[in-house]
């Protein structure tokens, strides 16, 4: 029998009842599939922090390198360690370290869950830049503490970087409704937006089959509200893509929906499935955290995998649990109770 090892960090708050209802659903449905899971937890978040004095340990990535993927809850616990130092001491490193460039993320409405929309008619796959963009983590600050003080946050676009997440777009756009909305701002942006630009219009003209449309983020914000079901794939930069994804979440119903994969399309190393939420602090110890972003995030690992029978089941056993009114409700359900209804559902 096939046996998949999967790296397993539930980091932070919610992180840890999502993972581990996600972790019983994948279990359930490779029992019934034909194939194993084997699970290696690792403790690596704050609290692993405020014991060791690091996210992870110095080996940590070359440790995750020998799975065949990963899947994470969530990282942060801004009360007690700074966000700039959880966020670049474990999330953000792994991305990189994997070339995990591509970041999908899915936003439709699940069966039985309203939106805030008025027509719930849309279904858009997001696509982020994962690797570099407005997250390189290039800058500085001096004179710190006087007033004089400036602070430099660069935004490094590369040639290649931006070429591969677009070609990755388009490909996604022409196995989908073969329409692509590029996401920028080179109206004010004058380098990397025009870059990014160019770069479209280029690539466009190799994929004649796909319709792309270049819109500027502010106006894609309002897009999504207004006309979301005239939208396919869109493809952003990384902070665009990220304030995106939350805007896509809220349309779908909320932060408990949406799932994500941080892809290396090479398979020169192991990519990550989690939740496009973080940590949740302010509902951590209630237990009312929606399990289903990240049960779906781990459907999207078993597609990476080439699973794609057993996707598909865990998928139909959300939509199952979502129409019979089961986790749509924020706060209503516990996280057991609908990761239950999931497991009750794979057929
Ligand atoms: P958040 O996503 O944790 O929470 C935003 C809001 O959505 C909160 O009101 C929360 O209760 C709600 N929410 C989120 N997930 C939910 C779920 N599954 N079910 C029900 N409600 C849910 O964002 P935040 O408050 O800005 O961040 C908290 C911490 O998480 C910070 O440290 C932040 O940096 C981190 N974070 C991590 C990730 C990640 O690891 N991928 C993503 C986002 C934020
Ligand atoms: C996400 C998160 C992260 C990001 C944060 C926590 C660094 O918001 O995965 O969307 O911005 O990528
Ligand atoms: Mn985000």
């Known amino acids: 029998m096939k046996t998949y090892s999967i790296a397993l960090l539930p980091g932070d708050g919610i992180g840890n009842p999502v993972t581990e209802a996600a972790w019983d659903v994948l279990q359930a449905t490779a029992k019934t599939s034909g194939f194993s899971l084997e699970g290696t937890a690792f403790p690596w978040s704050c609290d ?8 992870m340990p110095t080996d940590g990535i070359e440790t995750l390198s020998r799975f065949d993927a990963i899947l994470l809850g969530a990282v942060g616990w801004p009360a007690e360690v700074p966000d700039s130092v959880s966020l670049h001491g474990l999330l953000l490193p792994i991305r990189k370290a994997f070339t995990q460039y591509a970041n999908i993320r899915p936003h439709r409405l699940l069966p039985g869950v309203s939106g805030p929309l008025k027509s719930g008619a849309f279904d858009i796959l997001c696509i982020r830049e994962n690797t570099e963009g407005e997250y390189s983590g290039a800058g500085g600050r001096i004179h710190q503490g006087t007033a004089d003080e400036v602070a430099v946050e660069t935004s490094i676009f590369t040639r290649k970087g931006v070429e591969r997440i677009l070609r990755f777009a388009f490909e996604q756009a022409r196995m989908r409704r073969g329409k692509l909305a590029s996401v920028t701002k080179s109206n004010a942006q004058k380098y990397s937006m025009v870059f990014w630009d160019e770069i479209t219009r280029r690539l466009a003209a190799e994929y004649p089959d796909v319709e792309v449309t270049s819109y500027h983020i502010d106006a894609m914000a309002a897009r999504m509200v207004m006309a979301p079901e005239s939208l396919d794939v869109v493809v952003a930069s990384n902070l665009f893509g990220d ?87 924020p706060g209503r359900d516990k996280t057991e109770t609908i990761a239950r209804a999931v497991l009750e559902r794979l057929l």
Do not use: C
Request: hydrophobic share 50%; charged share 10%; glycine share 12%.
């Open 48 to 55: 692993f922090y405020k014991q060791t004095g690091a996210m």
């Open 243 to 329: 304030i995106l994804t939350d805007l896509g979440a809220a349309i779908q119903g909320g932060l408990g929906f949406a799932a994500s994969a941080n892809i290396n399309p090479d398979r020169s190393a192991p990519s990550m499935f989690e939740p496009v939420h973080g940590s949740a602090p302010d509902i951590a110890h209630l237990g009312i955290a929606n399990p289903i972003a990240a049960i779906w995030s781990g459907a999207m690992m078993l597609e990476h995998l080439g699973e794609t029978p057993a996707a598909a089941r865990m998928v139909s056993a959300i939509e199952a649990t979502t129409k019979a009114g089961i986790g749509i409700i």
